[in-house]
């Protein structure tokens, strides 16, 4: 079975050769009766027939005498659009690390077993890549983003999407703290910051621009401690966490890329940090941007003073509410054993002193770093309750459905998995309640959540799983079922337990193919890799190579990411500046 919180998959042999697979692609396939939510074509809960043909919704033929070459009956099933996660951890660096740090990350957790037709994996925290394919799709996923990626090491990044099977995939590319780019805000030249972005990311095949802790991980790795505010200058370079912020937030803008600047604000975790999370939005002046894992930043107090830690999510739900420029994602907290992994190094040496649990630190040249710490969330912890909490707050605070999208930050605040169990919180008042009566009674002080009585419908589901993630990542063939779009399909028995009812779909589609059937992996398709088409000036690239060839390990020629890392294909996703 796939889909349920600890329990690997069962695969059965399937047996198809890809020429197979792409005739597969090419049948119509009709999903008949089924009860649709698809929110960005305004549909609620109404009967009616999904049609794919080559791997994309298409008209229901005007033909009497068309016959599908599959049928699926859907009557008094659910049937929504497979699901998008825009901010997961599935590959690169910190991954790998985390996978050789926790070996007993493996051993505790059951295996996805091999057939004569499929390759065996581990489960865990972080799953292989060919468990998390599997894992993703037996939940009803079908498009996954990694959230952090050196540019350095986008060339396998690739190569691990190539081993991570069913679901289409990119990444966003690490700006916040390279050199290069710190050095274009200290000199003033937007012209050839934007240049360098849009080269880079052309040139690692990625989607969209990250910024992490800007300036505090280069602080930190200079033998400081990090950076507290928007204005304390970085070393070394003369420039701010705030001028990193607006610059790279305008230049992605200028490049029209379609994503917005992904901002992992300075302080994470930190208690006080809400107080950095406001002064950020604030900062924008209006400029698009998307603020991720916003659970992590949104806590009261003295900064750093874990006394008067409580929750400030009303204060900046209010602002989100109020600017419709922010878009975020929330990085819930579920209780239990999970490992953090971030690009944010000082964060994780933070937590390593916290928990006093083994640690360990990676640095990637002039781009990035990251830290990797196991963690155990408890439901008895003040601090982990609170966490689970302000989570919870911020889907039920924020007034529009699609500006939040679901997120666990997997698995930093705990395994995809659980989103089926994230959603039974959200659409049971009364689930909620009971659970929050096992948490310590101080977090019923520190926090608004026990007042907040409102229930997702599964209209607004639809939306903060599948459609908002969808549009805030431009994606405009994913994340619904209109003629055009992706055939991608998650199928759900109906359920008043709604974490069962998310956990195994009766059926999940992949472009047409029936790849997921009660839990079952049924055919073991590759997705395409997504990544933005960037367009940049190339009379700066003679100043980019002097930098490569005075300051980097690797020879400029070596640095981009041939098309032949795009094994399965790759879809460029157009930018509106190009």
């Known amino acids: 079975m796939v889909g349920r919180r600890g329990e690997a998959p069962l695969v059965p042999p399937y047996g198809n050769s890809d020429s197979r697979n792409k005739a597969r692609l090419m049948s119509l396939v009709k999903i008949a009766n089924g009860t649709v939510y698809d929110p960005t074509n305004n549909i609620d809960g109404v009967v009616q ?332 912890s003040f601090v982990h309750a609170l966490q689970w909490a302000i989570g919870l707050e911020w889907y039920l605070l924020v007034n529009d459905p699609w500006r939040i999208a679901m997120s666990t930050d997997h698995p930093n605040g705990g395994s995809f998995l659980a989103y089926p169990e994230i959603i039974q919180l959200l659409m049971d008042r009364t689930y909620r309640q009971e659970v929050l009566k096992r948490v310590p009674p101080r977090v019923l002080e520190c926090s608004v959540l026990k007042d907040l009585d409102r229930e997702y419908s599964l209209y607004e589901i639809a939306i903060i799983t599948r459609a908002a993630p969808a549009r805030m990542l431009g994606l405009k063939h994913k994340g619904h079922l209109g003629i055009g779009a992706d055939g991608d399909v998650a199928i759900y028995t109906p359920n008043a337990n709604k974490l069962d009812m998310f956990a195994l779909p009766r059926f999940v589609l992949k472009g047409g193919v029936v790849i997921v059937e009660q839990g079952e992996i049924r055919e073991e398709l590759f997705g395409r890799t997504l990544h933005a088409a960037t367009s940049y000036d190339e009379g700066v690239l003679p100043d980019i190579q002097k930098w490569f060839e005075e300051y980097y390990t690797i020879q400029f020629n070596n640095y981009p990411v041939d098309e032949h890392y795009m094994t399965h294909g790759s879809t460029a996703v157009a930018c509106s500046g190009s």
């Open 49 to 380: 027939d999904i049609w794919i043909q080559d791997g994309k919704i298409v008209a229901p033929p005007t033909a009497t005498d068309v016959r599908p070459d599959r049928t699926l009956d859907a009557t008094g099933l659910v049937v929504m659009a497979g699901g998008v996660d825009m901010h997961a951890h599935i590959a690169g660096p910190k991954v790998n690390l985390a996978r050789k740090m926790r070996p007993e990350d493996k051993r505790l957790a059951p295996p996805v077993r091999r057939t004569p037709n499929t390759r065996s994996g581990t489960t865990g925290s972080v799953p292989s890549t060919f468990a998390t394919g599997y894992l993703y799709a037996g939940m009803g996923y079908t498009t996954v983003f990694d959230a952090a990626i050196p540019p350095l090491a986008a060339r396998h990044a690739h190569e691990e999407f190539g081993d991570t099977p069913i679901i289409d995939k990119g990444f966003f590319l690490l700006f916040g703290n390279n050199h290069y780019v710190l050095n274009q805000i200290a000199a003033k030249e937007p012209e050839r910051l934007k240049a360098f972005v849009g080269w880079m990311l052309q040139a690692a095949k990625s989607y969209a621009v990250k910024v992490v802790n800007p300036g505090g991980i280069e602080v930190w790795k200079h033998g400081g401690d990090n950076v507290h505010n928007l204005d304390e200058s970085v070393e070394h370079f003369n420039v701010t966490p705030r001028q990193i912020i607006t610059s790279l937030t305008q230049t992605a803008m200028d490049l029209g890329l379609p994503h917005p600047v992904h901002i992992h604000c300075n302080n994470l975790g930190l208690p006080g940090n809400w107080n950095t999370t406001l002064a950020t939005m604030q900062a924008l002046e209006g400029r698009r941007a998307h603020l991720t894992h916003i659970q992590f930043h949104s806590y009261g107090g003295g900064l750093g003073e874990q006394s008067q830690f409580c929750s400030e999510t009303t204060k900046l739900a209010d602002y989100v509410n109020s600017h419709p420029n922010l878009t975020v994602d929330v990085g819930q907290v579920l209780f239990g054993e999970t490992t953090s992994m971030t690009g944010d190094g000082p964060l994780g040496y933070y937590l390593h002193k916290v928990t006093g649990r083994k640690w360990t630190n990676a640095d990637t040249e002039m781009e990035a770093g990251c830290g990797i710490v196991p963690i155990t969330y408890r439901e008895k």
